[in-house]
């Protein structure tokens, strides 16, 4: 008798786990379906003839997004970066949004870790807390072709 209960229980224990992992892949599940992570928001994908013309990259700049936080929509291109010179008070942190309408670029800012590729058809992050003041020189690492080693931008932090 007392070997039947507990086999009961263990037995309860086994189908309310089931039940409780069941719900969170469906939980899950259905989430990641409302939010497909291919979509063509400003957090995904592009399509790399229409840079140009899709926002945020329309009018590429700088928009300040709350206290010491701003917001850089950025284009690459052969040989340029858009916009090329930038600057914010020291202590900002800049989310970093940037895409290429050509080809593969880098974007690698000098004395700090970042470094990433630019790629085209796809929307690339970074953030980074500029505490020093100074001038920061941003250069592609990607060799890209001709123009490669004059391709750079400026962020000056004051
Ligand atoms: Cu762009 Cu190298």
């Known amino acids: ?52 013309t899709t926002p945020p990259f329309d009018k590429p700049g700088l928009i300040q997004a709350g206290d010491n936080l701003y917001e850089a929509n950025m284009t690459a291109y052969l040989f340029s970066f858009d916009p090329g010179e930038m600057e914010i008070p020291a ?8 895409t290429s309408k050509d080809v593969v670029h880098g974007f690698s800012i000098v004395g700090t870790t970042v470094n990433m590729m630019v790629t ?8 980074y807390k500029f505490d020093k003041p100074g001038e920061y020189l941003v250069l592609c690492n990607e060799y890209c072709g001709t123009g490669h080693e004059v391709m750079q931008a400026r962020i000056i932090v004051k």
């Open 1 to 52: 008798m007392q070997i039947h209960r507990l086999e009961k229980i263990w037995l309860s224990i086994g189908i309310a786990m089931l039940i409780i992992f069941l719900a969170i892949v469906g939980i899950s599940g259905f989430a990641m379906g409302m939010n497909p992570p291919t979509s063509d928001s400003a957090h995904g994908r592009i399509d790399p003839t229409k840079v140009d």
């Open 91 to 98: 202590g900002s942190t800049v989310m970093f949004n940037i």
């Open 120 to 127: 085209p058809g796809e929307i690339n992050h970074l953030s």
